[in-house]
């Protein structure tokens, strides 16, 4: 049994590893946007295969100890949080690079107007990933709660995001691929907060065996 516990905490540290990098790629997609720095975004999109590795990784990893231990009540919560969680990170590391992409673009293009909205938003998601991973290490549900209402923000800044960025479609037509690509980040951003979302949803799942999702909390 002292074996299968060990084997748990590899697949935890696994999980944390990649977490990292996971925050690591959006904080860094953000910087290279706002920074107009090419080969920091070009270095994330390279980047993307060691996140999907890790992944993989970590899929093998839980699968083989859910079908050798057939394990029940916490241990069996704490693995099949680990495989969502784990789907949430990949996700969030190609929407890393979707932004990274997005900025590219932008790079080829004038700029269209400071960005304010979006670093707030990418501030917001950023912050919104780390204490759900810090939640899901400490195991604790309160501070996983304290994620939930932050969605609701970011959700508010991609509104006035994409309310600004049409106007400057419909004021300059020439400026329409620029703010499209910013709509995008937008978007990915606003994303990026909703599995962080997911992932503090999971954590209570672990640590109180309830399921908080669709619930009028957020």
């Known amino acids: 049994m002292r074996h299968f516990a060990q084997e748990l905490e590899e697949v935890n540290q696994t999980l944390l590893q990649m977490g990292g ?14 920074e107009r720095d090419e080969r920091l975004a070009r270095r994330i999109i390279e980047d993307e295969p060691r ?15 859910l079908a050798l231990n ?11 949080s680990v495989l969502k969680i784990n789907g949430d990170l990949e996700r ?38 780390r204490k759900s991973l810090d939640a899901f290490v400490k195991q604790d549900a309160e501070l996983a709660e304290s994620v939930l209402p932050a969605d609701e923000e970011v959700d508010q800044l991609r509104d006035k995001v994409f309310a600004e960025l049409i106007q400057v479609m419909q004021s300059d037509p020439a400026k329409i691929p620029a703010a ?21 949803e999971d954590v209570i799942f672990l640590v109180r065996g309830e399921d908080v999702r669709h619930h009028a909390m957020h």
């Open 21 to 34: 990098m996971v925050e690591s790629s959006i904080h860094c997609a953000i910087q290279a946007l706002e």
């Open 70 to 80: 057939q394990p029940v009540a916490k241990d069996l919560r704490f693995l099949t």
């Open 51 to 65: 996140i999907n590795r890790m992944e993989m990784e970590i899929d093998s990893q839980v699968t083989r100890l």
């Open 92 to 129: 969030m590391g190609d929407l890393a690079v979707h932004i990274a992409r997005r900025t590219l673009s932008l790079m080829r293009q004038p700029e269209i107007k400071p960005l304010v909205d979006i670093p707030r938003m990418a501030t917001l998601a950023e912050e919104m990933l």
């Open 180 to 200: 499209l690509d910013l709509m995008f980040v937008a978007r990915h951003l606003e994303r990026t907060a909703d599995h962080s979302t997911n992932i503090a």
